[in-house]
């Protein structure tokens, strides 16, 4: 920095920062009221309740009004709240009316408790210390003694303990209210009965508190990040706050899944039953554990004892009494009642005892968030007489509440309060000087002029104008932004004041302001593509000139200060497009043609629709960031630039060229798959990318690829390039000519990548060649004769034919051949192989030559035709069902051959050069005379054998055996014959091994038949001897 | 059949055809057989059938003529024993096997009743008789040959039959004289050849039976006594 320059100029510096911005009030030490009030923005605050104490008066002096308002009045104590959300600036206020309240008033005595970091003890130490006419050592030594050497694993066994104590002797049954539902009588009896009985001492038995001795039990209680151990934990640690846990205990507290409970507790019935009403309904047992905790907290750290002594109670009683007896009152300001947490219980006591002849009044402020408020205990709530509610925002008036600390940071700590402590003011303004205008030793800065031109100055009340920089209008406003649509003061300060200054005083001390991470500090968004805000910038520069354009020029050239402050090169600026007039600043724009041609003057001009290219320009910005920063695109315009992309690219495909069908069935699968929305990969987006064969198309974040996009989105809800009849505004300075043709060349382009891999993928029509040949292998392998399927139509439609059943060796290529006749072989010839006519647009021809050499390739060498066919990826069921075939027919081969020969071999030696007819018929009328004397055998297998001779006696032909010409062609060749051969050879072999049976049988029977004539002539004789006894007995008279 | 065949199957033809042949002939053997047992059985019975008619032809017994189908199927089969004809005739010949056994025991049953009267009534009197001192041994043996002449009654008779018939009827004889005074044997024999009349139950018998404690061993039935 120079003397005549404002380049590398700061009017504050980090040490400045670092002892004048406090984010968090809480850091802010009590002495600090001129730093505080420095930069305090005037509150917005809302009387929600109690009376109006002076109509001219708002803000913080109405709290400061209502507070003292009743000073002197003996009979009343006075509760004021003031209520808001987390980082509202409700401490603020009370921090200003203890800043404007008068410390040395005789009236009363202030007892200030600011919303310093501290321990536990340091805060009742304050409180002690502050309340007068008590000494407290006697409180303070015991908490010393509970906690100063206990550690907090000590302290949470002492809380358990305390809790049963608690449970046992203290807490006490609740008696049935005459007005009580159902439910509420069914909850206080379910609570009386987790408390057990008390025996004749008075201490209860079989309750919650003798649960809590089950080990298992107390310790779940005591689990890290537990209820108890978060809150011992916060007695320990220095904090500002104590109200983040206000949760109480929750079921996570109880090992109500644990194992082994019942089993431990096994001797105790009772507790059992109990256990198990606690596992049912853990809510009313969590109550009680609330309970139980908020009575043993102050045991267990010291604020009581049983043995009596010294309560914070007590000593704030006995305070007011000695304040009393000097005609005095006790002023309370707390910043955050939030922060006594489970001790509040003490202070409340203090809010509704009411003052009385010797006991002084209270004069009581508070800060306290809205959730704390309305969880205040009802009997401290119904006295608070003022509430007062942080309403509207510090922020309404960003550039004012951002200007206060500017100049704070520029007057510096030391100046401040030399300033406060000159000016003895308490109303609050005109105290603390406009840096700009007392910089140099009470004399305005040298660069005032310039910078108020450059950057620009907020008016201030009480300070004057107040220049923003480092910020300007637009930078600032990007800023607050970027903070967010929830953001409170104290994050302003901390992002937009803290942060910012700190690192704009290095960088642009550094001369490389704004540096990459600014980008994520202020809000970047863009309305405009990166070139046509930084066109005229060298690269090597235009990443900081752009960031410096999009936030303090808003995408438009800079103000030649900021340019200079910053050690930016002076550029002259984009030049004007032939499209400016189109600027969304035009505000309308001309309808488009709605096919036909409008007659003149009835164009009508509507205002033109939102750009929807504002998440493509925050995109191409993106690239700047840490890569776990950047958004990418959203979803859904992924989505719509992914599908605009596709379709005007499918549309240039043309595959019909080559006799593709894309538009259904396979062609349509296979396209799908190689080519789809995923294809189009867009940088640093969500969603799945195109992976495998697909083509993917890289979309990087580059200036070409914006225009591209851009491009395509235009034309998808446009259909032309013509920016005087916009929908929505035209790109700001691009050339439709120039869009138009980078869209056509990148569409062309990509197309011929689709086509090219489809057909490198697919082959165009061998898919359909592939489907045919291996038809007709298929063929082959279930029996058809070979030389009837040589041609395309034979394999479309193949001869009916009966050629048997497969041999146990061709099973599985049968099967296998069986699935592949299952395929659509008409549906691939028409996708991939056909032209297509008529108004139908069906397929209409094929060349059924080139088809008939594709078979004459399959059938010739099937092995590489199905290795070529089930490598493709073309299609998975056609692939599928090659390499299936393949396999099995590789597999079954041998097998098969050796099967066919034996069969061959077999039948040929049976039939002893004989014809199988002949033989069929003879044997069968071998068969039937045996059968007919019972001789034939296999018993039961005569229609078998009735069968078998029926096949030989019909076979056809007249050449019964097989030849198999080698490799598996042979094997698929042989099939037609060889199931025959194999059909006749097995008949034969059962009819001969029927005949050998049978013969067997024949001799057996043939044993033992002589001497029919000797038994004849017995026979005989033994008939003639009757006949004579017959005669013998003849009746006589 | 075809001249021109496998070896196997020419083998498999002539094996057949020779079985055909043995299989006929062997259930020839069977049917013969079978006559050949049956046959042995009704020849035995008629050949009982036949000594019976002996013992009794001309006494007791005048014979009994088979039917002329009987006559006409035994020709038959003594010409062509074929397993047909000689189912039917071993029927007819068992039936009239049956017939003549049962005429003739008719017929000897009425003869032996004629010789000794009623058996069973005769066992009857001879058991009372055994209780009584004097008669008792006679009745005794009496009784034992009534009841093996009684156990061979359905039957057609033997020699041994006639044997015990002569017994039974000599026993009665013998028991008969036994019998004092005259009195009572002329009222117990008509006692035991179908009953009494009541003119022989006379003082002199009542008082025989009441010595000899029978008095209750005896009934008055309806009826004509028959005569002696």
Same mark, same amino acid.
């Given at each position: 920095?120079?003397?005549?320059?404002?380049?590398?100029?700061?009017?504050?510096?980090?040490?400045?920062?670092?002892?004048?911005?406090?984010?968090?009030?809480?850091? $802010?030490?009590?002495?600090?009221?001129?730093?505080?009030?420095?930069?305090?923005?005037?509150?917005?605050?809302?009387?929600?309740?109690?009376?109006?104490?002076?109509?001219?008066?708002?803000?913080?002096?109405?709290?400061?009004?209502?507070?003292?308002?009743?000073?002197?009045?003996?009979?009343?104590?006075?509760?004021?709240?003031?209520?808001?959300?987390?980082?509202?600036?409700?401490?603020?206020?009370?921090?200003?009316?203890?800043?404007?309240?008068?410390?040395?008033?005789?009236?009363?005595?202030?007892?200030?408790?600011?919303?310093?970091?501290?321990? $536990?003890?340091?805060?009742?130490?304050?409180?002690?210390?502050?309340?007068?006419?008590?000494?407290?050592?006697?409180?303070?030594?015991?908490?010393?003694?509970?906690?100063?050497?206990? %550690?907090?694993?000590?302290?949470?066994?002492?809380?358990? %303990?305390?809790?049963?104590?608690? $449970?046992?002797?203290?807490?006490?049954?609740?008696?049935?209210?005459?007005?009580?539902?159902?439910?509420?009588?069914?909850?206080?009896?379910?609570?009386?009965?987790?408390?057990?009985?008390?025996?004749?001492?008075?201490?209860?038995?079989?309750?919650?508190?003798?649960?809590?001795?089950?080990?298992?039990?107390?310790?779940?209680? &005591?689990?890290?990040?537990?209820?108890?151990?978060?809150?011992?934990?916060?007695?320990?640690?220095?904090?500002?706050?104590?109200?983040?846990?206000?949760?109480?205990?929750?079921?996570?507290?109880?090992?109500?899944?644990?194992?082994?409970?019942?089993?431990?507790?096994?001797?105790?019935? %009772?507790?059992?039953?109990?256990?198990?009403?606690?596992?049912?309904?853990?809510?009313?047992?969590?109550?009680?554990?609330?309970?139980?905790?908020?009575?043993?907290?102050?045991?267990?750290?010291?604020?009581?004892?049983?043995?009596?002594?010294?309560?914070?109670?007590?000593?704030?009683?006995?305070?007011?009494?000695?304040?009393? +007896?000097?005609?005095?009152?006790?002023?309370?300001?707390?910043?955050?009642? =939030?922060?006594?947490?489970?001790?509040?219980?003490?202070?409340?006591?203090?809010?509704?005892?009411?003052?009385?002849?010797?006991?002084?009044?209270?004069?009581?402020?508070?800060?306290?968030?809205?959730?704390?408020?309305?969880?205040?205990?009802?009997?401290?709530?119904?006295?608070?007489?003022?509430?007062?509610?942080?309403?509207?925002?510090?922020?309404?008036?960003?550039?004012?509440?951002?200007?206060?600390?500017?100049?704070?940071?520029?007057?510096?700590?030391?100046?401040?309060? +030399?300033?406060?402590?000159?000016?003895?003011?308490?109303?609050?303004?005109?105290?603390?000087?406009?840096?700009?205008?007392?910089?140099?030793?009470?004399?305005?800065?040298?660069?005032?002029?310039?910078?108020? =031109?450059?950057?620009?100055?907020?008016?201030?009340?009480? &300070?004057?104008?107040?220049?923003?920089?480092?910020?300007?209008?637009?930078?600032?406003?990007?800023?607050?932004?970027?903070?967010?649509?929830?953001?409170?003061?104290?994050?302003?300060?901390?992002?937009?004041?803290?942060?910012?200054?700190?690192? =704009?005083? !290095?960088?642009?001390? =550094?001369?490389?302001?704004?540096?990459?991470?600014?980008?994520?500090?202020?809000?970047?968004?863009?309305?405009?593509?990166? +070139?046509?805000?930084?066109?005229?910038?060298?690269?090597?520069?235009?990443?900081?000139?752009?960031?410096?354009?999009?936030?303090?020029?808003?995408?438009?050239?800079?103000?030649?200060?900021?340019?200079?402050?910053?050690?930016?090169?002076?550029?002259?600026?984009?030049?004007?497009?032939?499209?400016?007039?189109?600027?969304?600043?035009?505000?309308?724009?001309?309808?488009?043609?709605?096919?036909?041609?409008?007659?003149?003057?009835?164009?009508?001009?509507?205002?033109?629709?939102?750009?929807?290219?504002?998440?493509?320009?925050?995109?191409?910005?993106?690239?700047?960031?840490?890569?776990?920063?950047?958004?990418?695109?959203?979803?859904?315009?992924?989505?719509?630039?992914?599908?605009?992309?596709?379709?005007?690219?499918?549309?240039? !495909?043309?595959?019909?060229?080559?006799?593709?069908?894309?538009?259904?069935?396979?062609?349509?699968?296979?396209?799908?798959?190689?080519?789809?929305?995923?294809?189009?990969?867009?940088?640093?987006?969500?969603?799945?990318?195109?992976?495998?064969?697909?083509?993917?198309?890289?979309?990087?974040?580059?200036?070409?690829?914006?225009?591209?996009?851009?491009?395509?989105?235009?034309?998808?809800?446009?259909?032309?390039?013509?920016?005087?009849?916009?929908?929505?505004?035209?790109?700001?300075?691009?050339?439709?000519?120039?869009?138009?043709?980078?869209? +056509?060349?990148?569409?062309?382009?990509?197309?011929?990548?689709?086509?090219?891999?489809?057909?490198?993928? /697919?082959?165009?029509?061998?898919?359909?060649?592939?489907?045919?040949?291996?038809?007709?292998?298929?063929?082959?392998?279930?029996?058809?004769?070979?030389?009837?399927?040589?041609?395309?139509?034979?394999?479309?439609?193949?001869?009916?034919?009966?050629?048997?059943?497969?041999?146990?060796?061709?099973?599985?290529?049968?099967?296998?051949?069986?699935?592949?006749?299952?395929?659509?072989?008409?549906?691939?010839?028409?996708?991939?192989?056909?032209?297509?006519?008529?108004?139908?647009?069906?397929?209409?021809?094929?060349?059924?030559?080139?088809?008939?050499?594709?078979?004459?390739?399959?059938?010739?060498?099937?092995?590489?035709?199905? /290795?070529?066919?089930?490598?493709?990826?073309?299609?998975?069921?056609?692939?599928?069902?090659?390499?299936?075939?393949?396999?099995?027919?590789?597999?079954?081969?041998?097998?098969?051959?050796?099967?066919?020969?034996?069969?061959?071999?077999?039948?040929?030696?049976?039939?002893?050069?004989?014809?199988?007819?002949?033989?069929?018929?003879?044997?069968?009328?071998?068969? /039937?005379?045996?059968?007919?004397?019972?001789?034939?055998?296999?018993?039961?297998?005569?229609?078998?054998?009735?069968?078998?001779?029926?096949?030989?006696?019909?076979?056809?032909?007249?050449?019964?055996?097989?030849?198999?010409?080698?490799?598996?062609?042979?094997?698929?060749?042989?099939?037609?014959?060889?199931? !025959?051969?194999?059909?006749?050879?097995?008949?034969?072999?059962?009819?001969?091994?029927?005949?050998?049976?049978?013969?067997?049988?024949?001799?057996?029977?043939? !044993?033992?038949?002589?001497?029919?004539?000797?038994?004849?002539?017995?026979?005989?004789?033994?008939?003639?001897?009757?006949?004579?006894?017959?005669?013998?007995?003849?009746?006589?008279? | 059949?075809?001249?021109?065949?496998?070896?196997?199957?020419?083998?498999?033809?002539?094996?057949?055809?020779?079985?055909?042949?043995?299989? *006929?002939?062997?259930?020839?053997?069977?049917?013969?057989?079978?006559?050949?047992?049956?046959?042995?059985?009704?020849?035995?019975?008629?050949?009982?059938?036949?000594?019976?008619?002996?013992?009794?032809?001309?006494?007791?017994?005048?014979?009994?003529?088979?039917?002329?189908?009987?006559?006409?199927?035994?020709?038959?089969?003594?010409?062509?024993?074929?397993?047909?004809?000689?189912?039917?005739?071993?029927?007819?010949?068992?039936?009239?096997?049956?017939?003549?056994?049962?005429?003739?025991?008719?017929?000897?049953?009425?003869?032996?009743?004629?010789?000794?009267?009623?058996?069973?009534?005769?066992?009857?009197?001879?058991?009372?008789?055994?209780?009584?001192?004097?008669?008792?041994?006679?009745?005794?043996?009496?009784?034992?040959?009534?009841?093996?002449?009684?156990?061979? *009654?359905?039957?057609?008779?033997?020699? @041994?039959?006639?044997?015990?018939?002569?017994?039974?009827?000599?026993?009665?004889?013998?028991? @008969?004289?036994?019998?004092?005074?005259?009195?009572?044997?002329?009222?117990?024999?008509?006692?035991?050849?179908?009953?009494?009349?009541?003119?022989?139950?006379?003082?002199?018998?009542?008082?025989?039976?009441?010595?000899?404690?029978?008095?209750?061993?005896?009934?008055?039935?309806?009826?004509?006594?028959?005569?002696?």
């Amino acid at each position: 920095m120079t003397l005549d320059t404002i380049e590398k100029f700061r009017c504050w510096s980090g040490e400045s920062v670092g002892q004048t911005v406090f984010p968090d009030i809480g850091a $802010l030490a009590s002495d600090s009221d001129a730093v505080f009030l420095a930069a305090h923005t005037p509150v917005d605050l809302e009387h929600i309740k109690g009376p109006e104490v002076d109509p001219g008066k708002s803000g913080e002096v109405q709290v400061l009004d209502a507070l003292l308002q009743r000073v002197g009045d003996h009979e009343r104590n006075t509760l004021v709240a003031v209520t808001g959300g987390s980082g509202s600036g409700k401490s603020h206020v009370v921090r200003w009316v203890h800043a404007h309240i008068n410390g040395d008033d005789e009236r009363f005595h202030v007892l200030y408790v600011p919303r310093a970091v501290q321990t $536990l003890r340091s805060l009742l130490r304050r409180i002690v210390d502050g309340l007068p006419g008590v000494e407290g050592t006697e409180l303070l030594a015991r908490v010393d003694a509970a906690m100063g050497k206990a %550690s907090p694993g000590e302290i949470k066994d002492r809380v358990v %303990s305390e809790m049963r104590i608690a $449970l046992n002797w203290t807490i006490q049954e609740r008696d049935a209210e005459d007005d009580e539902t159902d439910d509420e009588a069914a909850a206080r009896e379910d609570r009386n009965a987790l408390l057990g009985e008390p025996d004749h001492q008075g201490r209860r038995r079989d309750g919650l508190a003798d649960l809590l001795e089950e080990s298992a039990i107390s310790q779940a209680l &005591l689990r890290p990040d537990g209820r108890i151990d978060r809150l011992v934990r916060s007695y320990f640690d220095e904090t500002s706050r104590r109200d983040d846990d206000e949760e109480g205990f929750t079921a996570a507290d109880l090992p109500i899944r644990e194992r082994g409970i019942r089993r431990s507790l096994q001797g105790r019935p %009772s507790l059992v039953e109990l256990w198990d009403i606690v596992g049912r309904t853990p809510e009313d047992t969590l109550s009680l554990l609330d309970e139980a905790l908020r009575l043993a907290l102050p045991a267990a750290i010291g604020l009581r004892s049983r043995a009596g002594g010294d309560t914070l109670d007590g000593l704030f009683t006995a305070s007011r009494r000695a304040l009393r +007896e000097q005609g005095r009152e006790l002023v309370l300001i707390f910043e955050d009642l =939030a922060q006594f947490g489970l001790v509040d219980g003490e202070l409340y006591d203090q809010f509704v005892t009411p003052p009385s002849s010797d006991l002084a009044p209270l004069r009581v402020v508070f800060a306290v968030t809205d959730g704390a408020y309305g969880k205040l205990e009802r009997t401290v709530r119904t006295r608070v007489e003022h509430e007062f509610r942080v309403g509207g925002s510090a922020l309404a008036e960003p550039q004012a509440f951002v200007g206060r600390y500017l100049n704070l940071v520029r007057v510096g700590r030391p100046r401040a309060q +030399e300033l406060w402590s000159q000016s003895g003011a308490r109303d609050g303004s005109g105290w603390v000087e406009n840096a700009c205008d007392t910089k140099e030793n009470g004399q305005e800065c040298r660069f005032r002029g310039t910078c108020h =031109a450059a950057f620009g100055a907020v008016e201030i009340a009480g &300070l004057g104008a107040v220049g923003l920089y480092p910020y300007n209008a637009n930078a600032l406003r990007r800023a607050v932004a970027k903070v967010g649509t929830d953001a409170t003061p104290r994050l302003v300060v901390d992002e937009c004041v803290s942060t910012n200054l700190l690192e =704009a005083d !290095v960088h642009i001390g =550094a001369g490389d302001y704004p540096h990459a991470r600014v980008q994520t500090q202020f809000d970047f968004t863009a309305t405009k593509l990166r +070139e046509a805000v930084v066109g005229d910038v060298p690269a090597a520069d235009a990443d900081r000139v752009y960031r410096a354009r999009v936030i303090w020029g808003n995408e438009e050239p800079l103000a030649p200060g900021i340019e200079e402050a910053f050690t930016l090169h002076k550029y002259p600026g984009p030049a004007p497009t032939s499209s400016a007039g189109t600027n969304p600043t035009a505000g309308s724009a001309t309808m488009p043609d709605s096919g036909t041609t409008s007659p003149p003057g009835l164009s009508v001009a509507l205002p033109l629709a939102a750009s929807p290219l504002d998440s493509l320009l925050q995109w191409q910005n993106q690239g700047a960031l840490p890569e776990g920063e950047r958004d990418g695109l959203p979803e859904a315009d992924v989505s719509t630039y992914r599908t605009t992309l596709y379709n005007l690219t499918l549309s240039r !495909v043309h595959l019909d060229q080559d006799l593709v069908h894309i538009y259904s069935g396979r062609g349509k699968e296979l396209l799908a798959r190689l080519f789809n929305q995923t294809s189009f990969a867009i940088q640093d987006s969500s969603g799945r990318v195109a992976g495998g064969d697909a083509v993917r198309i890289e979309i990087r974040r580059s200036p070409e690829n914006v225009r591209l996009l851009a491009a395509a989105y235009w034309f998808r809800d446009h259909g032309h390039f013509d920016p005087e009849r916009a929908k929505w505004p035209w790109p700001t300075g691009q050339s439709p000519e120039q869009m138009m043709l980078e869209l +056509e060349g990148a569409l062309d382009r990509w197309a011929a990548l689709v086509r090219e891999r489809f057909l490198a993928v /697919s082959g165009g029509a061998g898919i359909a060649r592939g489907a045919l040949g291996l038809r007709a292998l298929a063929l082959a392998a279930t029996g058809h004769d070979v030389d009837a399927i040589r041609s395309t139509s034979a394999v479309l439609n193949p001869p009916v034919a009966s050629p048997g059943q497969p041999g146990s060796a061709w099973q599985v290529v049968h099967v296998s051949a069986t699935k592949v006749l299952a395929l659509p072989v008409e549906e691939y010839l028409g996708e991939f192989a056909a032209v297509r006519q008529g108004q139908t647009g069906e397929p209409q021809l094929i060349d059924a030559l080139e088809f008939d050499g594709a078979l004459a390739e399959f059938l010739s060498d099937p092995t590489t035709a199905l /290795s070529k066919l089930a490598t493709s990826s073309a299609d998975p069921a056609l692939t599928s069902a090659a390499r299936e075939f393949e396999n099995a027919l590789g597999a079954s081969a041998g097998p098969e051959r050796a099967e066919l020969e034996a069969a061959s071999a077999r039948l040929t030696a049976l039939l002893e050069g004989c014809l199988p007819q002949e033989v069929g018929a003879t044997a069968y009328q071998v068969g /039937s005379a045996a059968n007919a004397a019972g001789l034939f055998r296999p018993h039961l297998k005569w229609r078998e054998f009735e069968s078998s001779t029926n096949a030989l006696i019909d076979a056809p032909g007249s050449e019964f055996s097989v030849t198999v010409e080698p490799g598996p062609a042979g094997v698929l060749s042989a099939q037609h014959r060889g199931r !025959v051969v194999r059909r006749l050879a097995n008949a034969l072999t059962f009819v001969v091994d029927a005949m050998e049976q049978t013969v067997q049988e024949c001799r057996r029977s043939a !044993v033992g038949a002589g001497g029919v004539a000797e038994l004849r002539d017995v026979v005989k004789a033994q008939v003639v001897e009757i006949h004579q006894l017959v005669q013998s007995l003849e009746r006589k008279e | 059949m075809a001249t021109n065949m496998p070896r196997w199957l020419s083998e498999a033809s002539t094996a057949v055809t020779d079985a055909t042949n043995a299989v *006929q002939a062997q259930n020839e053997i069977s049917d013969l057989t079978e006559a050949r047992a049956e046959l042995a059985r009704q020849l035995c019975e008629f050949r009982r059938l036949a000594q019976a008619d002996a013992l009794g032809r001309g006494t007791w017994w005048l014979g009994q003529t088979a039917e002329p189908d009987v006559f006409r199927e035994l020709k038959k089969a003594s010409s062509f024993p074929q397993a047909r004809v000689l189912n039917s005739l071993q029927r007819r010949l068992d039936s009239f096997a049956r017939t003549v056994n049962t005429r003739m025991v008719l017929s000897w049953g009425e003869y032996s009743a004629r010789r000794t009267g009623n058996v069973t009534e005769l066992q009857m009197l001879a058991g009372t008789l055994s209780g009584i001192e004097g008669v008792a041994l006679l009745a005794a043996n009496l009784l034992e040959i009534l009841g093996q002449l009684g156990r061979i *009654q359905t039957q057609a008779p033997t020699r @041994e039959s006639l044997t015990l018939l002569d017994r039974a009827e000599k026993g009665l004889a013998d028991l @008969e004289a036994a019998l004092q005074p005259n009195a009572v044997r002329e009222f117990l024999s008509a006692v035991a050849r179908g009953g009494a009349p009541l003119n022989l139950l006379t003082d002199e018998v009542r008082t025989w039976l009441t010595a000899n404690r029978a008095e209750l061993c005896f009934k008055i039935a309806a009826g004509a006594p028959e005569k002696s």
